[in-house]
């Protein structure tokens, strides 16, 4: 069997599930990712600007080809409305195989119909 290409878990925080959904709607539609998580309620406490910062933020975690980190990185910075977002990609070194290979598959459209029905759903 082949070895299959380097998928990577991108996050990034935000501070409105409206931006969480856009984004994620956005980078789904650029076919940037293949599944985005958005984990809400998270604690965020940072230093900003000289001061100690704590809000409230919606965590993404993005599934995507490791080679599409910058093209990802560059739609987030494009939508998102932080002066600086978190951008952090992750190798993933193991994943379930038909699982890697959607991710895989969901970021190029099939010559031919570019129909997506027949593909499991893997979340």
């Known amino acids: ?5 380097e998928i990577t878990l991108i996050i990034t925080s935000v501070g409105t ?3 969480a959904v856009e984004i994620s709607e956005e980078l789904i539609a650029r076919r940037l990712a293949t599944c985005i998580n958005i984990v809400p ?8 600007k000289g ?3 704590e809000d409230t933020e919606y965590l993404l ?4 080809p490791k080679r599409f980190f910058d093209k990802v990185s560059e739609a987030i910075r494009e939508i998102h409305s932080y002066e600086l977002p978190e951008i952090l ?8 195989p038909h699982f890697h290979e959607w991710v895989l598959r969901m970021v190029q459209p099939d010559e031919g ?3 997506d029905d027949d593909t ?3 979340d």
Not at 1 to 5: R, V, Y
Not at 41 to 48: A, D, G, K, N, P
Not at 61 to 64: E, F, G, R
């Open 113 to 115: 119909d570019g129909e």
């Open 61 to 64: 975690l993005v599934k995507t």
């Open 89 to 96: 990609g992750f190798p993933i070194a193991n994943a379930e």
């Open 17 to 19: 599930e409206q931006q």
């Open 41 to 48: 309620c998270l604690r965020s406490i940072y230093r900003w």
């Open 1 to 5: 069997m082949a070895e299959l290409e």
């Open 51 to 53: 001061k100690v910062c």
């Open 120 to 122: 499991p759903e893997y």
